[in-house]
Nanobody, 121 residues
Framework: VQLQASGGGLVEIGGSLRISCVFS????????IAWFRRAPGKEREFVAA????????YYDDSVKGRFTISRDNAKNTVYLQMNNLKPDDTAVYYC???????????????WGQGTQVTVSS
């Protein structure tokens, strides 16, 4: 399984950004997909996750109502739409895949390389 994250960049406070993660190497619909992030000097933390169909989603409280995870199973791609961005959202964002829908980093076996999101003040 390979995961390729992209779409990060520099955005102003209150702005929006959509990052993507392309999955390959196995049957995409067998996997739940999650987004995690690591801010400078901090541990990697859970952001959002979606079940294989996208019908079930989980969000960390810090992003609930601002971020939306979605997946296009025809394109083997997962998206994270981020709105009303704040400086605390600055981090490297990683996508991860595994068979079960979970929220812990320890539960995901496959990881992408990360994409940098910087929210400027």
């Amino acid at each position: 399984v390979q995961l390729q994250a992209s779409g990060g960049g520099l955005v102003e406070i209150g702005g929006s950004l959509r990052i993507s993660c392309v999955f390959s190497g196995d049957t995409f619909t067998s996997y739940a997909i999650a987004w995690f992030r690591r801010a400078p000097g901090k541990e990697r933390e859970f952001v959002a996750a979606a079940s294989w169909s996208g019908a079930t989603t989980y969000y960390d409280d810090s992003v609930k109502g601002r971020f939306t995870i979605s997946r296009d199973n025809a394109k083997n791609t997962v998206y994270l739409q981020m709105n009303n961005l704040k400086p605390d959202d600055t981090a490297v964002y990683y996508c991860a895949a595994d068979f079960s829908l979970r929220t812990s980093t320890d539960d995901y076996a496959y990881w992408g390389q990360g994409t940098q999101v910087t929210v400027s003040s």
